[in-house]
Structure formats: C-alpha cells, structure tokens
C-alpha cells in the first residue's frame, strides 16, 4: 500500500470521515467508547473538537488540530475504540475500521457551514431520525441552544447534499 501524504495546516478546521469495517453498525451501540476515546485524546492531543456526529457504521468530525497533525489524531481515537470494541467482545484480532479515513481542509466560511449542516443532517439523510433534534449522537443540540439553527432545522434537505462528503 502507498503511503498517503495529508496536507497539515495547524489550526486550519478539517472535515473528516471515518467508515467501520465492512460497514458494522457498531458505533452507537457502543458511543460511550467512542466518546471516551474522543475526549481523552481531544485533550492530550489538544485539539478543538467543533462539531460530530455519530451514525452506526459511520462518523463524522469537524475538528481543528492545535499542535498535532490529523492523522496522528484520527489513529489514536480509531485504535482506542477498537482495542476497547475487541477486548469487550473476546477478540483478539480483526479490523474494526476502515484502512484511512476521509479529510477535507475547510476552504472558507461558506464551506464551514455546508460541512457543518451536512454533519447534523447526516442522520436524517441516513434516516435514522426525521430531524437532527431527534439524533442524540450528535452536536446539534449545542449549536441550536447557541442560535445557530432554528428547532424545524434540517427537516427539509437542501439542495447541495449530493455533494462528496466522503462517505
């Protein structure tokens, strides 16, 4: 396999997408692995986690790295969750992700916000919910209580959602 080069930038916000292996929809079952994986390496990694969301076989995270590079980030959280995923379930090898992950550097503000309702549309695109308020595995609770979006947002898909999001 080639070595894939990334472009870094710190403090540049990326989008990024990362896919279970064989698309097993493990993840919100087991969020709180996830989440504790997330947090722990948000802090000890520092970067800014701005906006997620957390479907079954999939995730996507909007964050801003601070002082390490993406790729460093996104190993250290998916290797934290499937040690945890396979010590839980008795296994003692087998892929849990995905090889990679998917990134995209946020260009401009336009592009900020149409990655940013993209991730808290994502479960109703998926249909796992009829709007974002009733997705837990999600930030769109935190940016509506900021005034970001109204309570009827994401109801209705906009016209761009066909667009790659790396899913």
Request: glycine fraction near 4%; proline fraction near 3%.
């Amino acid at each position: 396999m080639s070595k894939l080069r990334r472009y870094y930038s710190e403090n540049s916000n990326y989008f990024v997408t990362a896919v279970t292996y064989a698309r097993m929809p493990i993840i919100v079952e087991h969020f709180d692995i996830l989440w504790e994986g997330i947090t722990r390496y948000r802090d000890s990694l520092n970067f800014e986690l701005v906006a997620w969301v957390v479907l079954p076989d999939h995730v996507h995270l909007m964050v801003t790295p601070k002082a390490v590079d993406l790729s460093r980030i996104m190993h250290s959280i998916k290797s934290s969750f499937a040690s945890r995923y396979r010590k839980l379930h008795n296994m003692y090898r087998g892929r849990v992700w995905q090889n990679r992950f998917w990134d995209h550097v946020i260009r401009d503000e336009d592009d900020f916000d149409r990655h940013l309702d993209y991730t808290h549309r994502n479960s109703v695109k998926h249909g796992f919910s009829s709007g974002p308020f009733d997705w837990s595995y999600s930030s769109f609770r935190k940016f509506h209580e900021m005034g970001i979006y109204e309570g009827d947002w994401g109801l209705i898909a906009p016209r761009n959602e066909d667009n790659d999001y790396g899913e």
